[in-house]
């Protein structure tokens, strides 16, 4: 029997063997042996004593079986109970499709008990929702490869609907017959209730529940993949909420969330079903048309009267908590048809007539106009031509002669001009305002600073200009700069000018906000020497408390009330009473715009001693400002 040992078994075991074979003469029991080839097969073994007559045993009887496909066989039920046990669902039919078994997790995810499920169909769990060739097309794969597995929507027994991963294989005998079926169901309601959610966070605004961004430009694209198969037409409507900031300053973000909600919903009733209304963050809305005439005159005329319709609804008042608040919408509508059109630039055409509303004064509609775009691109065009001339060295600097009741030229104006490389020499009027919205006002103020002060160093060492003064013009985005006292500091330091010939011109509209801000700052550059005016005083909204605190050295008139000073009684008196106001707070005056001998007489009789415009000196090139310079004292 050596020859069988497999080594599996240890002497204990054979020990055992042994004592019973002693004690009953008998043993039988379960051993692994080794078969010729090497292998190893579990065998049911039996071994007998064979006594003589003296009771002594003489031989050793065995019988063996091999129960190697029992063991298998044992094996796989073992693995098929666990599997049926396991938290998917599972359903075992015959060949006709009646079930026969059902575990525990079917039960739990159809309601059915396995009393109720056995010798029924699996029909019982239909939904409804699929028609017959969905049935047909699973069947086909089942007949074909032998098994099937998708999504599919049943019916628990109490009635309610639910999506479940469904896989079914057929299985089938030595003859390749189908003998049974076998279901694995898995409940994945939780699983498209995460997929729903996290669509609805792709795609939707969490506030309003309207399609966002991101959803409207697929519904976009869809609409202009339509349009190039039909005739129609479509629109889109951008929708701003006017003074929309003011409720959040003033009531709250709360408030302010309620109002977007309502206005939502009242969006959603001006449009048809098939129609879109998006949101695109804060208070823009977007509404998509579509399937309108293809005939454009029809079509705007359409999209007009939905405009017309949502500013009647958006215009109605608002109930938030316990007042009515007002609110009123700016639109504005770009029409679109035919195959060349990009969603990108349909956006940007709305959102220029939305703008092209809210120039013409807000609460109204505006139509897409080509010029607007002509428009955008020329100051496109301008902003880079901006940041390429300071970049470049594109500016220069002409200067305003100031000069005093004796004809002497005291100071001068520091004025950017742009020598824009192929538009020449561009006006002020075009360029600044543009540089104070994109921000460049702050390096070109920069250079007009330190080009200013370089100036004045370089006068100093001229006999007969040292006396001079400039006066540098300073924005509101400027001079809010945290580092503005700094940066003056630096400038003079670097250049070497006088602070005491240096001044500073302000606007009334850097009194609008923190004027605590605004003292300290000029206090602290007036300290070393720098001083102060009052640019365009009486055109703006100070208060005479603010200008009594302000430590300013001088009041300019503004050139509009000196214009018709001599024809218009009111612009007389303004300038007259600026005059006196200034002498009351012991400031210095200086008008500009003097353009007549009789507007500089006049002003002189009210007490005014300083003067510059065109009378005097148009602003000069350097070089044209030190020949006047060098000129006879009086001869200007």
């Known amino acids: 029997m050596n020859i069988l040992k497999s080594g599996v078994h240890d002497a204990d075991f054979y020990r055992l063997i042994r004592t019973s074979l002693t004690a009953a003469g008998t043993w039988a029991g379960e051993i692994i042996n080794r078969h010729k080839d090497g292998t190893l097969h579990p065998h049911f073994l039996t071994i007998t004593a064979v006594r003589n007559d003296a009771g002594e045993v003489t031989h050793f009887v065995s019988a063996q079986t091999d129960i190697t496909e029992r063991k298998r066989a044992e094996i796989d039920l073992r693995i098929a ?155 889109l409507l951008f929708i701003d909420l006017d003074n929309f900031k003011t409720l959040n300053d003033t009531y709250g973000h709360d408030m302010g969330d309620l109002l977007l909600q309502q206005v939502a919903e009242r969006l959603a009733g001006c449009v048809r079903e098939a129609d879109t209304v998006a949101r695109l963050g804060g208070d823009e809305f977007v509404v998509l048309l579509e399937d309108l005439s293809g005939t454009p005159q029809d079509a705007a005329l359409q999209a007009k009267t939905v405009g017309e319709k949502i500013l009647e609804a958006l215009n109605r008042p608002y109930p938030l908590a316990d007042h009515e608040y007002h609110s009123t919408p700016s639109i504005g509508i770009t029409l679109f048809s035919g195959p060349h059109n990009l969603s990108d630039d349909l956006m940007k055409r709305a959102d220029l007539a939305l703008y092209g509303a809210k120039a013409a004064g807000r609460n109204t509609l505006r139509f897409f106009d080509p010029a607007m775009q002509a428009a955008v691109t020329a100051r496109a065009s301008l902003e880079a031509d901006l940041r390429k001339g300071l970049q470049q060295g594109q500016f220069v600097l002409h200067y305003q002669p100031q000069i005093d009741d004796s004809g002497t030229i005291s100071g001068t104006e520091a004025l950017v001009r742009w020598q824009h490389p192929s538009l020449g020499l561009v006006a002020p009027t075009t360029f600044i305002p543009l540089a104070e919205e994109t921000g460049l006002i702050l390096p070109l103020g920069q250079w007009v600073l330190e080009t200013a002060c370089r100036q004045l160093a370089t006068w100093a060492a001229v006999p007969g200009r040292a006396h001079l003064s400039v006066s540098v013009n300073v924005s509101v985005r400027q001079f809010r700069q945290p580092d503005f006292v700094a940066q003056v500091l630096a400038v003079l330091e670097r250049t070497g000018a006088a602070p005491g010939r240096l001044q500073l011109e302000l606007t009334e509209s850097l009194l609008l906000d923190d004027v605590e801000e605004v003292i300290a700052k000029m206090e602290a550059l007036r300290a070393r020497g720098v001083s102060f005016a009052l640019d365009d005083f009486g055109t703006g909204y100070s208060s005479l408390s603010y200008l009594r605190r302000l430590p300013l050295d001088q009041l300019k008139i503004d050139k509009s009330f000196v214009t018709d000073i001599i024809g218009n009684t009111n612009d007389a008196l303004i300038s007259k009473t600026i005059v006196a106001l200034a002498h009351s707070l012991g400031l210095a005056v200086i008008a500009e715009g003097v353009e007549t001998t009789e507007q500089r007489q006049f002003l002189a009789l009210q007490g005014c001693r300083s003067y510059q415009g065109f009378l005097l000196s148009a602003p000069l090139a350097l070089a044209d400002l030190e020949a006047l310079l060098d000129q006879p004292a009086g001869a200007a």
Request: glycine fraction near 8%; charged fraction near 25%; hydrophobic fraction near 35%.
């Open 81 to 235: 109970a666990a599997a049926f046990q396991s938290r998917e669902g599972m359903c075992v039919t015959d060949a006709t499709g009646v079930i026969l078994r059902v575990n525990r997790a079917f039960t739990k995810v159809t309601g059915y008990s396995a009393e109720e499920a056995v010798g029924q169909t699996p029909r019982i769990l239909r939904s409804g929702r699929h028609d017959k060739a969905f049935y047909e097309g699973m069947w086909r794969s089942i007949d074909t490869t032998g098994s099937w597995e998708g999504e599919i929507w049943n019916r628990r027994k109490c009635g309610e609907l639910f999506p479940e991963w469904l896989t079914i294989t057929a299985v089938r005998d030595d003859a390749g017959s189908v003998t049974h079926y076998v279901a694995t169901l898995t409940d994945i309601t939780q699983r498209k209730e995460a997929e729903y959610e996290i669509r609805n966070l792709a795609f939707y605004d969490p506030l309003t529940r309207l399609p966002n961004r991101r959803l409207l430009l697929e519904r976009l694209k869809h609409a202009l993949s339509a349009i190039t198969r039909s005739e129609h037409g479509g629109a």
